[in-house]
Structures are given as C-alpha cells and as structure tokens.
C-alpha cells in the first residue's frame, strides 16, 4: 500500500477534552496543505458503544452549519489532492481553494467557489468514484465534479422494492451496518480504477469491506481510498497491507489530515430520558413548496422504497443524486437545475438569517440549491448520529433535535445547534413527497421558527 501526500510533512500533537472524563489525544503525522485543525473539525461525545466520540467536522456541512460553498470547495481540495497524486500536476485555482477552508470569509468562499464551477481535470484513465452513506454522499459527489471522463456512486441505507443490489457492504462502527449500492452493473462492470470516498477513516475497515464486495463481482487492480481524515493505526494499515497482497490489489489513500488517536476515558455522560410528549405539541405552520414548474426538470427513477415497517413508497427518485450512477455528461445538468431551484427559492426569503436542511442522504444538490438562495443562508443535513450536547464553550454540539426519520420511522434522525442560531426560516429538503403524518415529528421540533418551508424535489 502507498500513501501518498506532497512531501510536507507538519508533525502535531493536540488533546482534545471532549467532556470532564474523557479525552481523545490526536497526533497529526501528514498536513500537505498546512491546514489546521480547527478549520477542519472539532471534538463531540458520540452515543455508540462502538465509539464514544466523534470527530464533528467544520467543512462537511452534516452536522453543523455551515455556508453552502465550503463543502463544496473542501470537497475540490480532497479531489485536488487525488488529482496531484494521480498525474503530479498541480489543480488548478489550489491555492484560493486552500484559503477559503483556512478562513472561511465571504470573498474567499465566492473566489473558491467560481473556481470549483469551472473545473473539468483529467485524467489518464476513466475513474469510478463511490461516496459512502451517509455522511458523504455529497463530499463523493463533490470530488467528482471536479473530473471528466468520470462516474459517480454513493451507497444508500434505503431499501428498494423489487430491485437486484448491485453491491451489498457492512459498515461496522455505524449505528446503522447495512449498505447497498444499487447503480446497474455496467458503472462497475470494467477494469476502470475505482476511488472510494469517505469523510473519515478510523479503521480502513470499511473501505476494506466495500472492496471486497467489488472483488467478488467486478475485480480489477487498483483502488484509491480519499477521505478528509484518515486516522488508522499502525495496526490498520498492516491490515491493508495483507489485504492488498490476498486480494492481488493495489491500494492508494490519499487524507487532508493524516495521524492517529488515542483515547482516554468514557463520556461518563447520562442520555436525556426526559420524553416530551409530541401529543400535546400543536404542530407548527409550515409551507410546501414544489419544484414542478422549474423550467429545467430532472428526470425521476421511478423505484419504490420500504421502510422498516414494511410501508411502501412508490414515490420516483431523482436521477441525478448519484444513488443510481450519474457520468461526468450530467454534472451541467446539475448545475443548472440547482441554479434555478435555488433562484426560484429565493423568492420566498422572508428573513435574513435562513437554515437549509438537507435530509439523510439528500445532500448535494440541497446544498447545491442553497448556494443560490442569496446571503446569510446557512446549510446543514439532518443526521442518524447521536450526539451528546453541552451547552458549554468550545463544544461543537449544545443542543439536539431528536425526532423518527420521515423516511423511516423506525430509525431516530438529529438536527444540532438549530435552536441556538435564531434563525429567521427553515427550507427543509427532501428527495420525495413526504406524508403530513410523517412530517409531525420533526415539524415539532421546530416549532417557534417564524417560517417553516417543505421543499419536494420530485
């Protein structure tokens, strides 16, 4: 196995008190583009028995908010880092995608972003590239976007009805294991080299899983593994090593920040038993808004879905979210529908401080859509992690929604920090037409919001 980084090399110790009994000590061995840790991530309590702490990253737009373009741009830097490895030329516009993650202002977003548009790198051979579900579907997506000759994946935790897995992978220290591709053979029925995606590496073992699954069905040569962090053990990557050499493969991993952790310690922290009876809460107001009269339709999939309790959506998929494959020929079709459904969105601003919430894995072309809604927006997703919140200084998380996922009521979702920003509305995002029943949950949780906006894209 290689792992591949410019040879700057800035070795650093931080500990990180994530709460009064626990500690996570983080030694960072690889920063190649000087980045610090504070622009890329901060520490949390995680509620898993598996893992007790989690990394709350500063530029995925998952777990907090964030402006639209940042992902998108740290995304370009990921792919800039994949692209220097694969061809040792320099990406285009690296240096301003560099600024606009270390600081974040307003000039250096909009000078990013106009760079990110209109990237098209090659390289020598076509490249599938796979995002992980959930948390980094739109990182994966965003990687892409900065290739042609390329084709896009993500895995899904949804469930389709009728429909043949592709590709079928566990993720072990995830509250939720399963996951499932489902774009047809032909994305992976090649010798095209295949580059996975994820927003953090902590073992490798789940890259190691999806490969695996790809070796039984599609086998080929090489591999590259990209993630935003990458914190495996010496352990870990003698464990890659004995899978390259079992499985006759190459593998490649390419990180922002490379080191390893160390933890010390438990949360020592009690889950809220505290209930609130969603009874005797009046749902709020809310608007739907639909999306049908944009003069520049996505086509739909029609697949149907079920839930965990059996209930069956027949409601179509859009088509260009990656979860069925999508090409390089589809990324200005992207383009153009988010421009427009943004614009269009715009119109009903009220306020000046607005919060657009991806759902689950619904994230890229939410916040795609939310860079064209104007100033002071805000984006983030709703998410399956569980995190403790403390409303105390230097903690990223100070306060939860908790609520059944619309999609699944079986499965709990989270939104953070919503109700500390004061926002003056809300855009929640979905890929399909979500039932009023199933909306109360959430529609709950913000209650006291002076606008709230259900947005359908299909």
């Given at each position: 196995?290689?792992?591949?980084?410019?040879?700057?090399?800035?070795?650093?110790?931080?500990?990180?008190?994530?709460?009064?009994?626990?500690?996570?000590?983080?030694?960072?061995?690889?920063?190649?583009?000087?980045?610090?840790v504070?622009?890329?991530?901060?520490?949390?309590?995680?509620?898993?028995?598996?893992?007790?702490?989690?990394?709350?990253?500063?530029?995925?737009?998952?777990?907090?908010?964030?402006?639209?373009?940042?992902?998108?741009?740290?995304?370009?830097?990921?792919?800039?880092?994949?692209?220097?490895?694969?061809?040792?030329?320099?990406?285009?516009?690296k240096?301003?995608?560099?600024?606009?993650?270390?600081?974040?202002?307003?000039?250096n977003?909009?000078?990013?972003?106009?760079?990110?548009?209109?990237?098209?790198?090659?390289?020598?051979e076509?490249?599938?590239?796979?995002?992980?579900?959930?948390?980094?579907?739109?990182?994966?997506?965003?990687?892409f976007?900065?290739?042609?000759?390329?084709?896009?994946?993500?895995?899904?935790?949804?469930?389709?009805?009728?429909?043949?897995?592709?590709?079928?992978?566990?993720?072990?220290?995830?509250?939720?294991?399963?996951?499932?591709?489902?774009?047809?053979?032909?994305?992976?029925?090649?010798?095209?080299?295949?580059?996975?995606?994820?927003?953090?590496?902590?073992?490798?073992?789940?890259?190691?899983?999806?490969?695996?699954?790809?070796?039984?069905?599609?086998?080929r040569?090489?591999?590259?593994?990209?993630?935003?962090?990458?914190?495996?053990?010496?352990?870990d990557?003698?464990?890659?090593?004995?899978?390259?050499?079992?499985?006759?493969?190459?593998?490649?991993?390419?990180?922002l920040?490379?080191?390893?952790?160390?933890?010390?310690?438990?949360?020592?922290?009690?889950?809220?038993?505290?209930?609130?009876?969603?009874?005797?809460?009046?749902?709020?107001?809310?608007?739907?808004?639909?999306?049908?009269?944009?003069?520049?339709?996505?086509?739909?999939?029609?697949?149907?879905?079920i839930?965990?309790?059996?209930?069956?959506?027949?409601?179509?998929?859009?088509?260009?979210?990656?979860?069925?494959?999508?090409?390089?020929?589809?990324?200005?079709?992207?383009?153009a529908?988010?421009?427009?459904?943004?614009?269009?969105?715009?119109?009903?601003?009220?306020?000046?401080?607005?919060?657009?919430?991806?759902?689950?894995?619904?994230?890229?072309?939410?916040?795609?859509?939310?860079?064209?809604?104007?100033?002071?927006?805000?984006?983030?997703?709703?998410?399956?992690?569980?995190?403790?919140?403390?409303?105390?200084?230097?903690?990223?998380?100070?306060?939860?929604?908790?609520?059944?996922?619309?999609?699944?009521?079986?499965?709990?979702n989270?939104?953070?920090n919503?109700?500390?920003?004061?926002?003056?509305?809300?855009?929640?995002?979905?890929?399909?037409?979500?039932?009023?029943?199933?909306?109360?949950?959430?529609?709950?949780?913000?209650?006291?919001?002076?606008?709230?906006?259900?947005?359908?894209?299909?």
């Amino acid at each position: 196995m290689k792992t591949l980084h410019s040879s700057i090399y800035y070795p650093s110790r931080y500990t990180h008190e994530v709460c009064e009994t626990m500690q996570v000590h983080v030694q960072i061995d690889q920063n190649p583009y000087e980045l610090s840790v504070e622009s890329l991530y901060e520490m949390a309590a995680r509620i898993n028995k598996k893992r007790s702490f989690l990394f709350v990253s500063k530029v995925l737009g998952k777990h907090i908010s964030i402006p639209p373009q940042l992902p998108l741009i740290a995304s370009a830097l990921l792919a800039s880092a994949y692209y220097e490895g694969k061809t040792s030329k320099q990406m285009p516009g690296k240096e301003q995608l560099i600024e606009a993650v270390k600081d974040g202002s307003t000039k250096n977003l909009q000078t990013a972003y106009s760079i990110v548009q209109e990237l098209h790198c090659q390289l020598d051979e076509p490249v599938v590239f796979i995002g992980f579900a959930e948390t980094a579907t739109a990182l994966g997506h965003g990687v892409f976007d900065c290739f042609s000759d390329a084709t896009y994946i993500h895995s899904t935790r949804e469930m389709l009805a009728d429909e043949e897995v592709t590709l079928y992978f566990e993720e072990e220290h995830s509250h939720a294991t399963d996951q499932r591709c489902y774009a047809p053979e032909q994305y992976l029925n090649n010798d095209h080299s295949i580059c996975l995606v994820d927003d953090e590496i902590t073992t490798g073992k789940t890259a190691l899983n999806i490969i695996a699954s790809i070796q039984k069905r599609f086998p080929r040569k090489e591999y590259t593994i990209l993630s935003l962090l990458d914190w495996r053990s010496v352990e870990d990557q003698q464990r890659l090593k004995a899978f390259e050499k079992l499985h006759d493969v190459r593998i490649t991993t390419y990180a922002l920040l490379t080191g390893t952790i160390q933890l010390e310690g438990t949360p020592g922290l009690a889950e809220d038993a505290s209930v609130i009876d969603e009874l005797v809460v009046k749902v709020p107001d809310f608007e739907r808004i639909s999306l049908k009269s944009l003069p520049i339709p996505l086509p739909h999939y029609p697949y149907s879905s079920i839930d965990s309790f059996g209930f069956k959506n027949d409601s179509s998929y859009l088509s260009l979210t990656g979860r069925f494959g999508i090409s390089s020929d589809n990324k200005e079709d992207v383009e153009a529908y988010c421009q427009s459904a943004g614009e269009y969105l715009r119109k009903y601003r009220t306020g000046k401080r607005t919060l657009c919430l991806g759902t689950g894995e619904f994230m890229h072309i939410p916040m795609k859509t939310a860079v064209y809604m104007g100033e002071g927006v805000s984006y983030h997703s709703t998410t399956r992690s569980p995190i403790f919140p403390i409303d105390r200084e230097g903690y990223p998380i100070k306060s939860r929604m908790a609520f059944e996922s619309p999609e699944d009521p079986a499965t709990m979702n989270y939104a953070y920090n919503v109700s500390d920003m004061e926002y003056d509305e809300v855009f929640l995002f979905f890929e399909r037409p979500i039932d009023d029943n199933r909306l109360e949950p959430i529609l709950r949780q913000f209650k006291g919001l002076p606008a709230i906006y259900i947005v359908d894209f299909t």
